[in-house]
């Protein structure tokens, strides 16, 4: 009975920190490929830094823009359950 209900215990808080591990990764994802996104356009238009600076600007705001809406959502949840 006490092992079950450890087991119980631990898939719990594994579920719950599950919802936040992704967004490290989308975080820096978003980053990157607006980054490459940037260099891309800077090869083309022989503009460097220029595009490279904007576009990692502009992946930035939307990563963590996109990091405190989720964050958000799920704490909205969370109350919601309870």
Known sequence: MKSENNQKK????????????GLGTQLTA??????????????????????????SFLGGVAGFYNFIKTVLQINDKKKLDR
């Open 10 to 21: 631990f898939a719990d808080s594994f579920q719950q920190a599950g919802q936040y591990l």
């Open 30 to 55: 978003t980053i990157l490929l607006m980054f490459f996104l940037g260099r891309w356009l800077d090869s083309k238009l022989h503009s460097t830094p220029i595009f490279i600076l904007f576009f």
